[in-house]
């Protein structure tokens, strides 16, 4: 039955991919070197920086945006689900922020278009941050040193959540991780691969991986089911991007993950039960392509999937400013 | 009664001060100024930062030293008491991690004698980290990059929980914030203080502040009942220094808390229970010293603590080495 169905599945998968550039300007690769992000406001950037570390702007006051994707560990919590509010367990892996940029869509179910859209979502979570954006704001504009900030950054009064999710996406914006050694490899360094890296990334191309992980963000770009050959047997209860659409054709499709940084973004799949990079590879052969990898073959693409970890964002800690008599306290209990 | 006690209080509280410098080098001053760190071995100071952020010391995978001891909020998490494993309320206040060099010893009961004894407490506590030493161990000694930092900073193969320590210890000992604008007028900048923060400071010092908030870190350097004058009604269970001496008089005796940073580090006391400084001199003010005083003399006071912030510890935010398939995996639920 595998047989059978597996030219369906690439088939499939290649009809999916419909923002998929098959050929590149790097020698006609389907993957392209992802490119140091600009900072076009530093200031407004700044800002951001400060807010993605800023733990006043959940309820209990101990979890921020860094909390759950730590610029520590490849910009996630490396947990199967994250941690919110009271312990409880998030129903889904929480995605990367490195690169995030080059998403389709934000979220597993792309059910935010935009950064700005997707930085208010946890926030307001009960599950998550558990606190509101009437309260976030209420906190940051008690303190003088964040009015004063958001007046330069603005050139305004306004202190909003408008404002504060765009500043969030402008610091995400510039969290892009180039010159990884499969990306200098592009750029012409032929020996920036050995030959086990090499061996995984054409077969990493002749089996279809990169009929969806494609792009300069090696995936991110469209919208996928999570089990095309066989179905997935999720311990999530997730059900993709159906819950933005409505159509039963997009239950259990997510949004393809980046491979970008993949090496330190372990656990993986939406549910997170993928513990290692050799589980992974051997699923979405045998799930979506109905192919089962040799020991051999796992290993040559795991080889070349660790060649896509980039230079990681080189951060100075933000300090943050004092909350005052006035500002809300935190309510962890 | 207040007056009749009041001397008493302050000779008790000048006789426990016992290695307080009454008069420094600068001016005959109780309080000194702070002096930047010298890191004596960085690369040692290298690893005890990545493990100060290590997520993975903790059961969960969620809980670093940087989670209750947040370097972008003054050292501390601003919580009445910090949420340890499981979302559990800790007993007692986090005391901040900035300058806590200059402690006579570590925790509030000053159950630890040195940074490096300290560093060990949380990781293994059921109510904190939740780990073991030994799983600890484990974790760091399954990732190749750690054991290759280990073996470069120790010249050893050994990686034991006492290596962990003493890179944490070596760490945090470089967290001084020196520059404060009242170490600037100690040390003879005379504008570097204004009219109402110079009248705080000499309210300060006559009102018997200065018997035990005294030294290069305006405190932790004795240990002192809470209640003087009057006994005060804490939120927490703690009993301070008797459970390490066993001594009934040391029951609610604690380690007086550092000034440096106060403004960045509230709530205050043990328990957290004063939310802004004007409360927690107050209260000081009254149950210390037996003496209440006027809003303006609390503002003049409150106006000399805020100058004891001083430079905030300027950190690259460190990249951790992930983890590999043998690393055990956190158990976060």
Redesign the interface.
Known sequence: MKDILKPLAVALALAFAGSAQAAGPAGNEPIQPIKAAKASDPALVELGKKLF?E??LSR???ISCN?CH?????GT???KSS?GH??Q?GPINAPTVLNASFNVAQFWDGRANTLKDQAGGPIANPGEMAFTHELAVEVLSSIPAYKAEFRQVFKSERLTIEEVTKAIAAFEETLVTPNSRFDQWLLGKKDALNKDELAGYQLFKTSGCTACHNGPAVGGNSFQKMGVVAPYKASSPAEGRVAVTGKDADRFSFKVPTLRNV??T??YFHDGEA??L?QAVDTMGRLQLGRTFSSTENAQIVSFLKTLTGE?P???????P??T?ATP??Q??
Chains 1, 2 share one sequence.
């Open positions: 570390f733990p006043r209990s006051g101990f909390s730590n610029l520590s560990m490849g919590d490396n947990l941690i009271n312990w367990k090496e330190l372990y656990p513990a290692t050799t990681q080189k951060l100075t800690l933000p300090i943050l004092p909350s008599d306290r935190p962890p209990f």
